[in-house]
């Protein structure tokens, strides 16, 4: 389903230390969509990502320390929420989320209100391994069953969302670890919105390093299952009055 003429959408995009990259992003993505507001949370870099994303014509917020990617979307999604927009766009800083399936997730939007762009669903090689695939399957497993249809990719970070689940994550984003991804979609199912998965091609780092070692995937999956547990026995009764009163 298109999007009304008069609806807003706010793509944001969380970076920290991305300043060899910031730039290509932000243009990639007027590319894909001009006209659409962009939103860069520097988190707290140390480098000239702010200033860079600036110079770029993005908004720009800064975070005067690291919160993490959860910590930045919070503050990404509370200025949609105070300046009203109606659909958030995450898109990662680093260039692995290909703007040009925006269309395709703000569009998924005409059935859900979290829609996640999903590496194993059938678009693209992407492969994970080892432990980190363990986890990866674990989890898409149980929200899979929460969700009441198939996940396979709730560890993405390439999603959209519709004003209810901004109202909602703009008071209760997580900012723990995995609690971006994992956390963030048990918050939305456990208070009512529906999330869907549309099928993605994501592209490999071209700029800075990532975490690859047989013993950081194997913290992964240890932290990826606490993590899930977590989320399971937290309850969100705020998150539910804020879901109210967006539908009201």
């Known amino acids: 389903?298109?999007?009304?003429?008069?609806?807003?959408?706010?793509?944001?995009?969380?970076?920290?230390?991305?300043?060899?990259?910031?730039?290509?992003?932000?243009?990639?993505?007027?590319?894909?969509?001009?006209?659409?507001?962009?939103?860069?949370?520097?988190?707290?870099?140390?480098?000239?990502?702010?200033?860079?994303?600036?110079?770029?014509?993005?908004?720009?917020?800064?975070?005067?320390?690291?919160?993490?990617?959860?910590?930045?979307?919070?503050?990404?999604?509370?200025?949609?929420?105070?300046?009203?927009?109606?659909?958030?766009?995450?898109?990662?800083?680093?260039?692995?989320?290909?703007?040009?399936?925006?269309?395709?997730?703000?569009?998924?939007?005409?059935?859900?209100?979290?829609?996640?762009?999903?590496?194993?669903?059938?678009?693209?090689?992407?492969?994970?391994?080892?432990?980190?695939?363990?986890?990866?399957?674990?989890?898409?497993?149980?929200?899979?069953?929460l969700a009441r249809t198939r996940l396979t990719d709730v560890t993405s970070g390439f999603r959209a969302a519709n004003r209810r689940a901004v109202a909602v994550f703009a008071d209760h984003y997580p900012a723990e670890y995995l609690g971006d991804t994992v956390e963030s979609l048990v918050i939305a199912i456990r208070v009512g919105c529906t999330v869907r998965q549309v099928p993605v091609e994501m592209r490999p780092r071209t700029v800075g390093q990532a975490s690859q070692s047989p013993l950081r995937a194997t913290v992964y999956l240890a932290r990826a299952v606490v993590a899930l547990g977590l989320a399971l026995v937290r309850r969100w009764p705020a998150a539910t009055e804020t879901l109210g009163q967006e539908k009201g």
Not at 79 to 87: N, S, T
């Open 1 to 145: 389903m298109p999007l009304r003429p008069d609806e807003r959408v706010l793509v944001v995009i969380p970076a920290w230390n991305e300043a060899g990259i910031i730039a290509t992003t932000i243009a990639e993505i007027r590319a894909s969509r001009p006209g659409l507001d962009l939103l860069v949370v520097d988190d707290g870099s140390g480098d000239d990502t702010a200033d860079i994303a600036e110079a770029a014509g993005a908004l720009v917020a800064r975070l005067p320390f690291n919160l993490g990617v959860g910590g930045a979307m919070r503050a990404g999604y509370r200025y949609a929420l105070r300046e009203g927009y109606d659909v958030v766009v995450q898109i990662d800083a680093d260039g692995q989320h290909d703007p040009t399936y925006l269309d395709t997730l703000i569009e998924g939007l005409g059935e859900a209100d979290v829609v996640i762009g999903a590496r194993f669903a059938g678009e693209g090689s992407y492969r994970a391994t080892g432990p980190r695939r363990w986890a990866m399957w674990l989890l898409a497993g149980v929200l899979s069953r």
